[in-house]
């Protein structure tokens, strides 16, 4: 490894104490702000409805509905009616969104009108939810193909997300990255629960898409970068502890506000906390090197000891005296102001160098498509609650999170014990195996569905948080962020496909979620075996690191072959 990775032998002497204390905070509240992403299985939950006629009175539309005395599944039959002659159309001019204040709550029987030419006019069953997004803007009948869109705006901003956040954490540092996320997503998160038209809706959940992948991305590398490599495997793995605790209150908050516009002014408190954090987590030693700024990093690793109350031994003490002599960074050049021009050319020829790297180009090429599967099986799984149960989508939520919990916390030594490929290998092929089983399951054993479904939301909760923590390892110090951004880049997508899936294909055929998702694990599964173990392997900081990594892999593998085959070899020989 270059000389560079004698960061870590700094960092295992300074250990985990009050120097990381504000990561830490931040951390835990970082981890709490995706909530949004899956946030639409409640705040754009579907409502059952039924249609009317214009000016036609309840009894006039009991022979298409149900008896309107009767408030069960017959009475709300989801069910629009035939668009009448356009020549006889007497639908009120007035849009109903306009006159309707905001925040103001809907009644168990409350009609209105549309707009809609196949539904003029609407009640909505709010048994189990008071108002949603789908409920507010009428997205039935002719504007259901609008109703992926309030989830998918959010995963597309989390998608340049990984192009902004990872540029700007690279070229400007960790801590700026996290500071200019919090700048666009707070004001974006508390305008979604105000504003009354649904385009405005759908460009701010768009700003809080990427600004959560901003915050997100910066987080996990300075974490990782400042975490000495004893603890990192077990910082790594609780740090999706934080977001399943939150999703467990999200949904008891969600059973007693079940207003969408209550619910996102709540759950903008994870953004109001951040914000302040960020004044006080420290850059990035690594990132700090990496840029040229060497005198900067000594004194921050300086002034990580001190805080952590360790003497640093003389060899690195000698160290960080020769670290602030460094104003090259891995360029290898003086730092200074350089051109756009100049900068896309050093661009281009950086990016020909990782092209050329024969590991590199599996882990470009394998992880991205192997991150995008996952989180569609993740996500699809989530998201897959108002097909699974529309009773109690509650319970079902709040289940899930403490399935992800318990998965976490024992992945955690299991990860520590087997390594990374392992693990995500083996959770993700059970995942998908037993989420296609549940499509062979009789309705009426439904207590077995729950089982297969909460049993592989658990094993693909454990492959997911591992997958988090291994991806940034794979990359070198140089392009971390850019890295981890690319493959995350593909995970967004896995997200953004997720609700067409768990939607609009599940209206098509009754087959399409348990089909996709199942086989989305499966796949995964095979492809994390084409990447690179990081288990007890320092932090790469360059592309012959990586290298290194990979034939040091190649060549434990090849050992192992042999001692098994000497040992076979051996049995046969007494036999």
């Known amino acids: ?15 985990y104490g009050r120097w990381q204390i504000p990561i830490l905070m931040a ?3 970082a981890n709490t702000i995706p909530l949004h992403y899956m946030a639409s299985s409640l705040l754009s939950a579907p409502m059952s409805f039924r249609c009317f006629a214009p000016g036609s009175s309840n009894s006039s539309n009991s022979s298409l509905i149900g008896e309107p005395d009767s408030l069960d599944t017959a009475w709300f039959n989801d069910k629009c009616l035939d668009p009448p002659d356009p020549a006889h159309l007497a639908i009120p001019a007035h849009s109903a969104h306009s006159a309707r204040p905001a925040l103001s709550a809907v009644g168990p029987l409350s009609r209105r009108a549309t707009g809609l030419p196949s539904c003029p006019e609407i009640e909505y069953d709010s048994s189990v939810y008071a108002l949603t997004v789908i409920s507010e803007f009428d997205l039935v009948c002719d504007r259901e193909h609008l109703r992926p869109f309030f989830q998918m705006v959010i995963t597309i901003g989390a998608i340049v ?59 996990i590398n300075l974490t990782m970068e400042t975490c000495p490599p004893r603890y990192r495997t077990l910082i790594g793995m609780f740090m999706g502890l934080p977001y399943s605790a939150c999703v467990i209150l999200f949904a008891l908050v ?56 360790v003497q640093l031994p003389p060899h690195l003490a000698a160290y960080l005296e020769k670290m602030k002599e460094d104003t090259c960074g891995f360029s290898g050049g003086e730092k200074e102001n350089v051109s756009l021009k100049q900068l896309l050319a050093t661009s281009i020829t950086s990016s020909g160098e990782y092209l050329r790297s024969p590991a590199m180009l599996i882990i470009i090429f394998v992880a991205p498509l192997m991150y995008f599967l996952m989180c569609l099986l993740y996500n699809g799984i989530i998201l897959n609650v ?20 318990v998965s976490v916390l024992l992945a955690t030594p299991v990860n520590q014990m087997v390594g ?23 309705d009426e ?35 971390r962020t850019k890295g981890f951004a690319m493959v995350t880049l593909a995970g967004s997508l896995g997200q953004c496909v997720a609700p067409i899936v768990t939607d609009l294909l599940a209206q098509q055929a009754w087959w399409a979620v348990g089909v996709s998702l199942g086989c989305s694990g499966m796949i995964a599964s095979i492809l994390v075996s084409a990447l690179p173990e990081t288990k007890n392997i320092p932090l790469p900081e ?34």
């Not at 960790?174 to 666009?184: D, Y």
């Not at 108002?386 to 919990?405: G, R």
């Not at 990374?420 to 998908?432: K, P």
């Not at 479904?453 to 390892?473: D, H, K």
Request: net charge positive; with cysteine; hydrophobic share 50%.
């Open 445 to 479: 054993i439904w207590y077995a569905k729950w089982v297969l479904v909460m049993i592989s939301f658990f094993l693909a909760g454990a492959g997911y948080q591992v997958t988090f923590m291994y991806v940034p390892e794979l990359f070198p110090t140089m392009v």
């Open 254 to 309: 969600g059973y007693f506000i079940s207003h969408w516009r209550y619910l996102q002014l709540i759950w903008t408190l994870p953004y109001l906390i951040m914000a302040p954090i960020t004044l006080f987590v420290m850059e990035s030693p690594r990132w700090l090197v990496q840029s040229g700024s060497g005198k900067e990093a000594a004194a921050a690793l300086a002034e990580a000891a001190q805080k952590n109350r």
């Open 161 to 219: 997300g990984c192009f902004v956040g990872g540029s700007i954490g690279d070229s400007m540092g960790r801590k700026k990255a996290m500071q200019i996320g919090c700048l666009l997503g707070l004001p974006a998160c508390l305008a979604v629960a105000f504003v009354p038209w649904l385009p405005a809706v759908l460009a701010l959940r768009f700003v809080m898409g990427l600004s959560v992948r901003m915050i997100m991305l910066s987080t």
């Open 542 to 575: 360059t592309i012959q690191d990586v290298e290194d990594r990979r034939n040091n892999n190649v060549k434990k593998r090849t050992e192992k072959r042999k001692k098994a085959l000497t040992v076979t070899d051996s049995q046969h020989s007494h036999v």
């Open 1 to 15: 490894m270059a000389e560079r990775d004698r960061i870590d032998d700094v960092l295992s002497v300074v250990g």
């Open 420 to 442: 990374r490929r392992h693990v995500i290998g083996s959770t993700l092929l059970l995942a998908g195996l037993l989420f296609l089983a549940v499509m062979f399951v009789p």
């Open 27 to 29: 951390t835990i509240v």
């Open 386 to 405: 108002n097909n699974f149960t529309s009773t109690n989508p509650f319970q079902y939520i709040a289940m899930l999170s403490v399935f992800e919990i």
